[in-house]
């Protein structure tokens, strides 16, 4: 079962950015993980929470219930599967090992390379009434991933803002579960 930390839009080749083009619409994920040379499959990641803060807009003040659910989450961790290096229906989120960000962000910096990746989004905008910044830092091989992963977020509709900072470590454990909906459509 896959949980969902409060604000985390998480919740990036050859050592250049991605054409813009690509980074203005959305980066595909199996192109993107063949080019990082991330093996196709199941991979299996452990998020832990190291930091976690909240904040309120100028003038107004954070429930007093609020900050301690937040600070709860510190030390926190979650384990997710995603089937990596597959061919997903258009407009699908970016999932990489660890990460998945929707389909309607954009990206500011989109850098990859077979050892390295990094990016730097937005989610939502202010005059939509919320957004969240995300950063990801991530050194990886063909079989293991390991990031440090940022995310600031701010809904204008309660005034509040989240900052919350993870670690994901990620394995490749296997082919993915036959009969998914990603099964024959490999396109590595």
């Known amino acids: 079962m896959r949980r969902t930390l409060p604000f985390i839009a998480v919740a990036v080749i050859g050592a ?3 054409a813009p083009a690509v ?4 980066a595909s994920e199996p192109t993107l993980a063949k080019k990082m040379g991330l093996k196709p499959g199941q991979w299996r990641t452990v998020l832990r929470v190291t930091d976690a803060e909240i904040t309120a807009r100028p003038g107004e003040s954070v429930p007093a219930d609020a900050e301690p659910a937040l600070r709860k989450l510190i030390g926190s961790t979650t384990e ?18 660890g990460i998945k960000i929707d389909a309607a962000c954009t990206f500011e ?11 730097k989004g937005r989610c939502g905008s202010p005059s939509e009434g919320f957004h969240a910044d995300m950063k990801v830092q991530a050194e990886h091989d063909d079989v293991e991933m390991t990031a440090s992963v940022e995310t600031i ?17 990620s394995s490749h454990v296997g082919p993915c579960p036959a009969g998914g909906p990603e099964a024959g459509k490999n396109i590595n």
């Open 153 to 169: 977020a701010f809904s204008e509709g309660v005034g509040l803002g989240t900052t919350v900072v993870a670690t994901t470590t």
């Open 23 to 26: 980074v203005a619409t959305q």
């Open 80 to 97: 997710t599967y995603e089937c990596i290096g597959w061919q997903q229906p258009a407009g699908s989120a970016l999932t990489l090992p």
């Open 16 to 18: 250049a950015p991605i």
């Open 109 to 119: 910096e989109l850098v990859a390379d077979g050892r390295t990746l990094k990016i």
